[in-house]
C-alpha cells in the first residue's frame, strides 16, 4: 500500500489533485452513499497536510474521520474506494487494520485533540521530538464537545508540540469582523510576523516592565478582532482564519506551524460541499447522504414504510401539542432523531445542545425535579457517552427523564463504531432504571406516551429505518409496566422477542410453520422489570426457549430471562439466543451483516431445526 508522492508536486499540481479526489469522492458516494458535504469541504486541508507532514511517520488523527475520505485516497486506497462503506469493502471512517496511515480509529466526535496529547507524550518519551508530531483535523461542531476543552488545557500547559487544524465550516467558533480581520488574521499566518513575534518578545526580556506590559496590550488589542483570543489564554498559539480551499497559503501556514515546536491551532475556513454546488453550504441533508443521481441531486432511494424515527417524532409531536409539560433535547442530531420538527414547532421546550451528550442528560434532570417531562432523543450508540450522567444525575435522584433510544440494533454501513449493541446491557445494571421496547409502528406510539407519563428513569429502544414486524399484524395494547403478552400461544417451542427481535422472530416462525414445527410467540415488552410471573408459567408449557433481539448477548434479554427464573425451573428449560455475539459488528448493508452473523430469518429457522433435530436423536 503506497502513499501518493505529492512532496514534489507544484501548487498547481496539487490543486489539480484536489479535484481529482472530490470527484472521485463524488463518484463513489453518488452509488454507495456515504458522508458527502465535510469531506468534500476538508479536501484541500488533507492534500496540504500530506504536502507539508508525512502520514508513514507522523501521527494523522481525524476527528470522527468520516471527512477523511481525500486521505484514503492519498494513501494507496484509490481503486478500493470503490467499495466503500459496502460489505467486506474499506470502512467510511479511519481504520488501522484497514491501512498503517490510519493511525487511531474513530467514529465518534471530539477525541482527536486527546488522541494527539497521549501521541504527543508516547513522542517526547521515545526521544523523536522534531521527527514525529502529531497533526489534527477537528470541525467546528466537535469544539462544542468538553472532552476537546479539557485535551487543549492540558496541552496548553505542558506545551508538546502538535498542529491542530480546526476545520471552520459553519463559522460556528466566531465570525472575523470585516477586511480589518481578514488582514490581520492573514499577517499573523505569515512566517514573517511569527518570527518577528518570537524576536520581539525576546527583545522585550530586556525591556522594563511598563514597556513590556504595553507591547503585550498591543498585541492583546490586535487579536481581540480575531478568534484567537481563546486558544492564546488556554497557552497555545493561534494562526488564523486561513482561507481552507487555497492550498498556497494553508502550505505556507502549516510550514510556519509545523516549525513551531509548540502546540499551534491553525483556523482554516472551508465550504461544505466545494466543488459540488448542488452540496455547497449549510446544507444538513448532504452531511450524510445514500445513493443519489449527481446530475440533479435528486436521491435514488425508493420511499418505503416509515422510519421508527418519523413514527416516535409524529407522536411526540403531537403529544407535546397536547401538555405544554413535555420537554426534550437532542445532541447535534435534530434530524436524524426527528427532534427538528419539535424544535421548530416548539423552539422553547425542545433544544439541540451540540455534540455535548453528557450535558444533554445531565440538563433535563433539573427539569423533571422542576415537575417537567423530559425526553433525551439520542442514538443507543451516543448514549455511551453520557452513562455516568445517566447514573450520577438522573437514575441515583429516581427522576422521571424519558430516553428515546434510537438507532438501536444494526445500522449498516456505518459500522463498529455506531452499531447500537450495548444499550440493554449498559442500562440494564442501572438501580431505577426501567427498559422496555415497541414491537411495530402502533406499539411505537404506545411506548412513547408511556414514556412520557412513566414516574421514574426509563428507556425504550427502536431501530434505524423501519420497523421488522409489520404493522397491524398483531393488534397493539397499551404498556402495562413489567408486562409481557403472549401473541401466539400454541406450539411445540417458544419464541421470545424484544423490541424489533419481535420482528425477526415472527419472520422465524413463519418459516417454521412452513416446514412442520408450530411455534408459540412471545412479546418480552420488557427486560425490566422483566415479567418473572409469565416467565415462570411459560416454563409449564415451552421447554425450549429461543431469544430475539437486536442486542448483545452479554448482559441481554436471554440473560435476563436467565437470572429472573428460578433455579429449578432453569434445570427444566433449554433457552437459546439469537443475539449478538461477544464482538464489534462491520460495516456494510443490514441485510449483508445480518447474513455474516447468521441471524437471518431463514438461517436462524435452520439452526432451530438442526437443535430440534438434535434432540430427538
Not at 466526535?109 to 508530531?133: M, W
Not at 499573523?188 to 524576536?199: D, G, R, T, V
Not at 412513547?448 to 398483531?474: Q, S, W
Not at 430471562?561 to 427444566?572: G, H, Q, R
Request: with cysteine; proline share 5%.
Amino acid at each position: 500500500m503506497e502513499i501518493t508522492d505529492i512532496k514534489t508536486m507544484n501548487i498547481a499540481e496539487l490543486e489539480e489533485l484536489a479535484q481529482k479526489i472530490r470527484d472521485r469522492i463524488l463518484d463513489v458516494v453518488s452509488r454507495n452513499g456515504g458522508h458527502l458535504s465535510s469531506t468534500l469541504g476538508a479536501t484541500d486541508l488533507i492534500v496540504a497536510m500530506h504536502y507539508v507532514f508525512d502520514a508513514s511517520k507522523d501521527p494523522f488523527l481525524f476527528d470522527v474521520s468520516h471527512q477523511a475520505y481525500a486521505h484514503k485516497l492519498l494513501t494507496g486506497r484509490w481503486e478500493a474506494f470503490e467499495t466503500l462503506r459496502q460489505f467486506g469493502g474499506i470502512s467510511g471512517y479511519t481504520k488501522p487494520d484497514e491501512s498503517p496511515y490510519d493511525y487511531y480509529v474513530a467514529g465518534h466526535s471530539s477525541t482527536s485533540v486527546s488522541l494527539a496529547v497521549g501521541a504527543a507524550k508516547a513522542i517526547r518519551l521515545r526521544g523523536e521530538e522534531g521527527e514525529r508530531i502529531p497533526v489534527v483535523m477537528i470541525g467546528d461542531g466537535a469544539m462544542s464537545a468538553g472532552m476537546v476543552y479539557e485535551a487543549l488545557n492540558e496541552l496548553g500547559d505542558r506545551k508538546y508540540p502538535a498542529v491542530i487544524i480546526l476545520n471552520d465550516n459553519e463559522m460556528s467558533i466566531a465570525k472575523p469582523i470585516g477586511a480589518i480581520s481578514r488582514i490581520l488574521s492573514q499577517a499573523m499566518a505569515s512566517p514573517f510576523y511569527q518570527k518577528f513575534k518570537s524576536q520581539t518578545e525576546k527583545m522585550l526580556e530586556r525591556f522594563p516592565e511598563s514597556a513590556r506590559y504595553m507591547a503585550k496590550r498591543m498585541e492583546e488589542g490586535m487579536r481581540m478582532i480575531t478568534p484567537g483570543i481563546l486558544f492564546e489564554e488556554m497557552g497555545l498559539e493561534y494562526i488564523g482564519p486561513v482561507d481552507g480551499h487555497d492550498i498556497a497559503q494553508l502550505v505556507e501556514t502549516l510550514e510556519t506551524a509545523k516549525s513551531m515546536a509548540k502546540p499551534v491551532i491553525v483556523h482554516a475556513q472551508t465550504t461544505k460541499g466545494k466543488g459540488y454546488k448542488i452540496a455547497e453550504g449549510y446544507y444538513e441533508h448532504w452531511h450524510g447522504v445514500g445513493p443519489f443521481d449527481k446530475e440533479s441531486g435528486e436521491s435514488l432511494k425508493k420511499s418505503g414504510a416509515p422510519s421508527a424515527t418519523k413514527i416516535f417524532s409524529d407522536r411526540l409531536c403531537e403529544l407535546a401539542g397536547e401538555d405544554e409539560k413535555i420537554v426534550g433535547v437532542t445532541a447535534a442530531m435534530p434530524s436524524g432523531t426527528g427532534m427538528k420538527q419539535l424544535m421548530e414547532k416548539f423552539p422553547d421546550r425542545f433544544w439541540d445542545v451540540g455534540i455535548a451528550e453528557q450535558h444533554a442528560v445531565t440538563s433535563m434532570g433539573p427539569l423533571a425535579k422542576e415537575g417537567f417531562k423530559p425526553v433525551v432523543a439520542i442514538y443507543s450508540t451516543f448514549l455511551q457517552r453520557g452513562y455516568d450522567q445517566v447514573i450520577h444525575d438522573i437514575a441515583l435522584m429516581n427522576l422521571p427523564v424519558a430516553f428515546a433510544i434510537d438507532r438501536a440494533g444494526i445500522v449498516g454501513e456505518d459500522g463498529e463504531t455506531h452499531q447500537g449493541a450495548f444499550d440493554i446491557s449498559y442500562l440494564r445494571t442501572v438501580p431505577n432504571m426501567t427498559l422496555f421496547a415497541p414491537r411495530d409502528n402502533a406499539t411505537l406510539e404506545e411506548a412513547v406516551r408511556f414514556a412520557i407519563d412513566y414516574p421514574t428513569p426509563c428507556a425504550f429502544r427502536y431501530p434505524r429505518g423501519a420497523m421488522k414486524l409489520e404493522n397491524g399484524r398483531y393488534r397493539a395494547t397499551p404498556f402495562e409496566k413489567g408486562k409481557a403478552e403472549y401473541l401466539e400461544e400454541s406450539g411445540e417451542i417458544l419464541l421470545v422477542g424484544y423490541g424489533n427481535g419481535v420482528g425477526r422472530a415472527a419472520a422465524v416462525r413463519d418459516i417454521l410453520k412452513e416446514r412442520g414445527i408450530e411455534a408459540a410467540l412471545m412479546d418480552l415488552r420488557f427486560v425490566k422489570p422483566i415479567d418473572k410471573a409469565v416467565l415462570e408459567s411459560a416454563a409449564k408449557r415451552y421447554g425450549r426457549w429461543f431469544v430475539f433481539s437486536d442486542g448483545a448477548k452479554m448482559g441481554g434479554v436471554a440473560s435476563a430471562i436467565m437470572e429472573a427464573l428460578m433455579p429449578e425451573t432453569l434445570e427444566k428449560v433449554a433457552i437459546e439466543s439469537f443475539e449478538f455475539e461477544d464482538r464489534f459488528i462491520p460495516h456494510g448493508g443490514t441485510q449483508k451483516v445480518e447474513e455474516y452473523l447468521g441471524l437471518l430469518p431463514e438461517q436462524i429457522a435452520e439452526k432451530i431445526v438442526n437443535i430440534l433435530e438434535e434432540a430427538d436423536r
